[in-house]
Every structure is written in structure tokens, then in C-alpha cells.
């Protein structure tokens, strides 16, 4: 089941600087999308999200931005900290599919002091 | 802050056995799932609750697992006969209502079936 992907298994960056994280995804019928941040031995904690109808919403140092023609969404974060190092879950879906989410498979953030 | 909680944080079983797994929701949510994320792979939805029965299940929560809200507060997942391939963490979520997608996680238990 590929319908959500986070093609970047990985990331480094440094303190203050910005992190970038994108995911795509193949499932037409999605309208809403989520980020979820995990650290380890914990569940993933809900971050930000955006509505099929709406290009970009911020939240703090945290922005993510929807292009529905590419299928695609990204997660800035501005600026990056050390207490931001996880792994971040995109996650997509849609009303009839009971808000059942469907995972990509995670980014592991490092920040860099 | 309210939060989901979960219990046991880690539960050791043999294959065939019997497992509960335990999760309190926030308390005035209405919506409940389990996922469960194997080593190595995606989270996966397995399950989700509303208004005391299943409203959807995955092709992986087949006739071995079942879910129950025995009382006003906690909601249950049983494993009849355990398999080694059901080691994973499974989480438990609750949300507000259908119209709120976002969904508060547990912090999982960790099943391992040997």
C-alpha cells in the first residue's frame, strides 16, 4: 500500500536553519492531511494539519503547504531546534474512509546544535 | 492536558495465547481506532469504533482480533490466538468527533509473541 510516501527516509539539519519534509501521495479521493512527530518509545503526537480547500496553514514554526495537482504536501519548520529531532509521519484521508488515517513511512529529523 | 493512555507499555506472550491490550481515551471523544506499526514498517490503521460498534476494519483485523468498550472509559483489543507476525506496537487513538480528523495517540504497547 503505497497511497502516502515520504521518499526521504532521513534528514539533517542545523539549529536555526529550516527543515524541509515532503510526502506524496496517489489517493485522489483525500482531503485531509495530517503530521504527526514521534519520538521514541512514545505514539505519534498530532503536529499540524490542512484541508483539501486550503493551499497553506501555519502554525507557529510549523507550515505545511498542499499542491492538490502534484499531489503533493511539505512540512517547514522554521527554525529548526534541537528538541525537533523525530521521526514525522504525513498522514492523508478522507470522510467516507471513516477518518481512517493512511501513514507514509516517516522522515527521521536530526537538528544539529 | 488530557491524553490517551495505554496499558500495559509492554506485553510478552507465546504464540496461541490470548492478549488484551488496554486504552483509556480522552474522555469526551467519541471516536476510537487501533493502529499498529510492525518494526521497520508503516503505521497501519487496524480498527475504528463509534457509537459502541466497528464502523471500519482493515483486512488485517480479521476473526482473531476483536474490540470492546466495556465500560464508559476504556477500550479494548483482544487477540484470541497470537501469531508471531502480530508482534508490533499498537496504538490507540480517539478523536472528537467524525468531523475533526485529528486523532490523539496513545503511547502504544509493545507486543512481542514469541
Known amino acids: 500500500d503505497q497511497q502516502v510516501k515520504q521518499n526521504s527516509p532521513s534528514l539533517s539539519v542545523q539549529e536555526g536553519r529550516i527543515s524541509i519534509l515532503n510526502c506524496d501521495y496517489t489517493?485522489?479521493?483525500?482531503?485531509?492531511f495530517l503530521w504527526y512527530k514521534k519520538y521514541p518509545a512514545e505514539g505519534p503526537t498530532f503536529l499540524i494539519s490542512?484541508?483539501?480547500?486550503?493551499d497553506k496553514n501555519e502554525d507557529g514554526r510549523f507550515t505545511v503547504f498542499l499542491n492538490k495537482s502534484a499531489k503533493h504536501l511539505s512540512l517547514h519548520i522554521v527554525p529548526s531546534q534541537p528538541g525537533d529531532s523525530a521521526v514525522y509521519f504525513c498522514?492523508?484521508?478522507?470522510?467516507?474512509?471513516?477518518?481512517?488515517?493512511?501513514f507514509g513511512g516517516g522522515t527521521r529529523v536530526l537538528v544539529k546544535p | 492536558e488530557p491524553e490517551v493512555t495505554q496499558t500495559p507499555s509492554h506485553q510478552v506472550t507465546q504464540m496461541g495465547q490470548e492478549v488484551i491490550l488496554r486504552c483509556v481515551p480522552i474522555s469526551n471523544h467519541l471516536y476510537f481506532y487501533w493502529y499498529r506499526q510492525i518494526l521497520g514498517q508503516k503505521v497501519e490503521f487496524l480498527v475504528s469504533?463509534?457509537?459502541?460498534?466497528?464502523?471500519?476494519k482493515s483486512e488485517i483485523f480479521d476473526d482473531q482480533f476483536s474490540v470492546e468498550r466495556p465500560d464508559g472509559s476504556n477500550f479494548t483489543l483482544k487477540i484470541r490466538s497470537t501469531k508471531l507476525e502480530d508482534s508490533a506496537m499498537y496504538f490507540c487513538a480517539s478523536c472528537l468527533t467524525g468531523g475533526v480528523y485529528e486523532q490523539y495517540f496513545g503511547p502504544g504497547t509493545r507486543l512481542t509473541v514469541t
Open positions: 489517493n485522489s479521493m483525500f482531503d485531509y
Open positions: 469504533f463509534y457509537n459502541n460498534e466497528i464502523s471500519e
Open positions: 498522514a492523508a484521508t478522507f470522510k467516507a474512509a471513516g477518518n481512517k488515517l493512511t
Open positions: 490542512i484541508s483539501s480547500i486550503k
